[in-house]
């Protein structure tokens, strides 16, 4: 059962692999043996978890392998419905595979939360049988109390060695978040073990099934082609400033410098007086689609925002005063379109993102967006980067109270818009209550956002986020009556002062690629990918079709920052949703498969080619 030998050996491969959760282990040590109680018995053992008695814990382990198939959860799709063959499309959702067969391929487990322990142990020393073809795992648990029973119940360095597999143990969601990512890209099947159920895990198994959908969403392929593309012409621009150091960095801490962030929800219409009102006690930062609301209605923002590498964005201020745009500075990644950015007053280059390696320009500077993110939260980095501690929401709504929208009434693109309401399934609580329809993009920046929130509150002094949106409520943030606004906003504020301070942390300086990166480009991508098209042209088996089709797969996830720039595409989805396919398809149409699909797939990797090469080109 329990054994102390265990726990001091995970305690030194901890101290090894992962110190952090060893020094929150020691710290919190008092609070846990204050909460935790452990009640032995002939054969098993009790708990008493923060005043709840658990029984018969060895009891419930055993239980829960019996009923395992309750408690293991599969994720399947085909992954591709748009640019793809219909053929294959049908062929995918007539498989319905049984959760049997998923749960054999499983290459990548997501173990949610510890207790009764023994499980999890039993399932990977036994992984012939329950999980053949298993290659990486994360268990994460939230409670240090069940992480503490945890690591006196198993042996996790002879678990790990003796299964053959990649184990990692986490205590912070953002680990978590990144694993999942991490193996939905690199594993075509990916199935996950629900140790107990709370209000939390609960939670966590939405949300991987909504990072899910968005990572098999991806990058369309003329949205990816088009970040190297702009990439390139920015660089060639001398009136772009880039953020290199913060030289602002405890001004805004110091002065609570209020920051408003103006989205384009429905609300933002029913907000307009109150931002003409304020615009000159705060800092108003307007995300990109908001622009034109605000400066129809005679606004004029501060700044403005941008993080879409599509290529028609212009059509968002088509038809404004330029006048008036010349008075905006934008922040931009530096792979948006130059010719949207030109019309305001200043780019100034706040993310290099996925080329930032690329360039010769070393910075400290870590404004990082995650997959499924939205413009909302890159800029919320950047301004936690400068120690901004003062903020107020207006038409942040991520999701919406209507039926007929998702942006103000003054938004371009209604058509699209409407296609979109369709995807509004998501309930979630209003800022002002009621109940808020969220879709998979804003659901997750809403969920990103949080955790921003959340770990801006560690490194930065005093932080407050107050939500004055008509949408969906922040956890962490403050609702307040739209009464209550002056209350928090300064009498006077030097607004072109702190502009000027802002924009001197980015200096104009020459930007180029580095030689060893396109060197690397040629001589280990390109060949890399020429290589896998040429053995596809010449193999017909169907096992070594995958097998090249994975590796290429497996090599793709592990190319560092170039991963991002070359595979986090729609052609890279297309790759592992073959791959999904052919493993499920009987042998007789696996051969049909890549006989008559086999120049497509050729395609595909020449897709993925022409981005490296435009990139040196």
């Given amino acids: 059962m329990l054994n102390k030998e265990y726990l001091r050996k995970n305690l030194e491969l901890l101290q090894k692999i992962s110190p952090n959760i060893l020094n929150k282990l020691l710290q919190k040590l008092p609070d846990i043996e204050k909460n935790l109680e452990i009640i032995l018995k002939k054969e098993d053992f009790d708990i008493i978890f923060h005043g709840n008695r658990i029984e018969n814990i060895v009891e419930k382990a055993k239980k829960k392998i019996e009923e395992r198939e309750k408690a293991i959860g599969v994720i399947w799709t085909h992954i591709m419905k748009v640019n793809f063959p219909q053929e294959l499309i049908a062929y995918a959702d007539n498989l319905n595979p049984p959760k049997e067969k998923l749960i054999y391929h499983t290459e990548g487990l997501i173990v949610f939360g510890t207790l009764p322990f023994f499980h999890i142990k039993e399932l990977l020393e036994n992984k012939a049988k329950f999980f053949p073809n298993l290659k990486q795992v994360i268990i994460y648990e939230p409670h240090l109390e069940l992480v503490y029973l945890f690591l006196l119940s198993v042996d996790l360095d002879k678990l790990a060695r003796e299964s053959k597999i990649n184990l990692t143990f986490s205590i912070n969601q953002e680990t978590l978040n990144k694993h999942m990512l991490l193996y939905f890209s690199m594993f075509s099947f990916v199935s996950y073990l629900k140790s107990y159920e709370d209000n939390h895990i609960k939670q966590l198994e939405a949300y991987m099934k909504h990072i899910y959908e968005m990572k098999t969403v991806t990058i369309p392929y003329e949205a990816a082609y088009n970040r190297v593309k702009f990439f390139k012409e920015n660089i060639k621009r001398k009136n772009n400033r880039y953020l290199l150091s913060i030289k602002t960095k405890n001004l805004f801490e110091k002065n609570k410098t209020p920051f408003v962030i103006v989205g384009s929800g429905p609300s933002l219409d029913q907000d307009i007086e109150i931002l003409k009102k304020i615009q000159d006690k705060a800092v108003i930062i307007s995300l990109t689609t908001a622009t034109r609301t605000l400066v129809k209605n005679g606004i ?112 371009t693109d209604k058509e699209g818009d409407l296609k979109t309401l369709s995807e509004a399934t998501i309930e979630v609580e209003g800022n002002y209550g009621g109940v808020v329809y969220s879709r998979k993009d804003y659901y997750i920046s809403k969920k990103i956002f949080e955790e921003q929130i959340r770990k801006g509150k560690e490194y930065v002094k005093d932080l407050k986020v107050y939500n004055f949106s008509d949408g969906a409520k922040i956890e962490g943030s403050i609702t307040l009556k739209k009464s209550a606004i002056s209350s928090i906003l300064p009498r006077k504020l030097d607004k072109k002062s702190i502009i000027k ?91 049909e498969i890549i006989r008559d699909y086999k120049d497509y797939i050729i395609s595909i990797l020449s897709n993925i080619k022409a981005i490296p090469e435009e990139i040196i080109n």
């Fill in 300 to 411: 004029i923002p501060d700044f403005t925002v941008i993080a879409d590498a599509q290529k028609n964005m212009v059509r968002f201020i088509s038809n404004l005063d330029e006048d008036m745009l010349k008075k905006i500075y934008i922040f931009a990644p530096i792979f948006t379109d130059p010719e949207f950015n030109e019309k305001f007053k200043e780019t100034l280059i706040f993310h290099y993102g996925m080329f930032k390696n690329l360039l010769n320009i070393k910075d400290q500077i870590k404004v990082e967006v995650e997959n499924g993110a939205t413009v909302l939260n890159t800029l919320f980095s950047l301004l936690l980067n400068i120690k901004a501690n003062r903020f107020l929401l207006f038409g942040v709504d991520l999701g919406t109270k209507y039926r007929d929208r998702f942006h103000t009434e003054g938004y």
């Fill in 501 to 591: 301070k802002i924009r001197g942390n980015f200096e104009k300086i020459d930007v180029h690629m580095q030689n060893s990166e396109i060197g690397r480009i040629k001589t280990e991508v390109l060949p890399k990918i020429e290589k896998t098209i040429s053995l596809i042209r010449e193999e017909n088996s169907p096992e070594k079709v995958i097998h090249i089709l994975e590796e290429f797969a497996f090599w793709g996830v592990y190319l560092d920052y170039l991963t991002d720039i070359l595979f986090n595409q729609e052609e890279f989805s297309k790759i592992q949703t073959i791959i999904k396919i052919l493993k499920l398809a009987s042998e007789k149409d696996k051969k």
